[in-house]
């Protein structure tokens, strides 16, 4: 029986929980068998909806990804069309000279310095399937068969992980939406392929401004701003951080407007196993002014701290009239600001007063 490290197999699970800690998890198993890194990425339909890396391989991962040759790659086709529950070596599945042009090494393997790979495939319930590539430096040998036996021997671990990832952070985006429908505020989270992975009753009933189509996907009945929703679902694929919108809508017949604000989803670099976008949450059109710190807080995803300092950018506060009111020092009051900057995507103070001007829920009669 292959000799497994105890050890990797618990950060292993701990990463099933924890994220983040993936890229170390993908660096210690490709040490494991003399590897320089590795990536796990989930693939729906024709494109890859979330991947994390190790340190070694993420310089030309998000070329390849988001390039539009990306579709041409064969390689995560062929280790599926392998159908084995184990690892696969790029030897196997290519003639040297097609794994040579094969987009995958020509965007990403290559220019890393890369040559032999070895993959697995995981199937997700939700249709998608996990991905895990390892990689060797240009000029080592190909993966043996002990090695493969090694990396077999981790697998299990390493798809049942994954799956609960999945599992867990559809939870995670299920309770955020819930969590902001307790503030009052209509919401729901998209996925990289336009589906809507979760939303609250309240964004639910607004039927007058949102239409629900077949596939879980949606469409706003306010065609000017349904443009305007799907331009900035594709700076949010982009990763653009200026991907932080938000426009009016109107309701059927012309009627009242709303405010649509669509943002990233929180801990977005975490989304490697559901594919999570954009949050879309709803107001009122109504006067300036700051809105409450636990609507804030849920909206952003912020920590208590986080949302008073937000809360007193919007009301036009100093950071030393801030500090004084919270009793903190004014260092204090700069760090949580720059996670307000980074959470709600935002670069300045006038943008984040911006941003948070009229946000209030909206008020919605009861079914």
Known sequence: ??????????????????????????????????????MLGTRRSDHWAGYTVSPALEPYLADFVNSPRARESQATDRVIAADRAGFVTSTQ????????????????????GGSHAAATVVDAPSGDVIVCHLHRRAGSPDFQRDDIARLDAYRPHIARASLL??????????????????VGLPALVFGHDGRVLAANDLIQRLTRYVCWLPRERIALVDRTADDMLRAGLAGLTARDTAGVRSFPARAVGDGEAVVM?????????????????????????SAPGAPDAALIRGLFDLSPGEARVARGIAQGLTIERIAADNGIVPATVRSQLKAVFAKTGTRRQAEVAALLAGIKPLPIAKS
């Open 1 to 38: 029986m292959t000799p497994v490290d105890e050890r990797l197999i618990d950060d292993i699970y701990e990463a099933a929980a924890l994220p983040e800690r993936w890229p170390g998890v993908l660096d210690a198993l490709s040490r494991s068998v003399g590897a320089m890194g590795g």
């Open 165 to 182: 990832s999945t599992r867990w952070r559809l939870e995670r985006l299920r309770a955020a939406t819930q969590a902001l429908a307790a």
């Open 261 to 285: 604000h669509l943002l990233p989803t929180p801990g977005q670099a975490g989304d490697l196993f559901d594919g999570a976008l954009g949050l879309l949450a709803v107001t009122p059109v």
């Open 93 to 112: 599945l290519f003639a040297p000279a097609d794994w040579a042009a094969d987009p995958l090494f020509t965007i990403w393997v290559g220019p890393n």
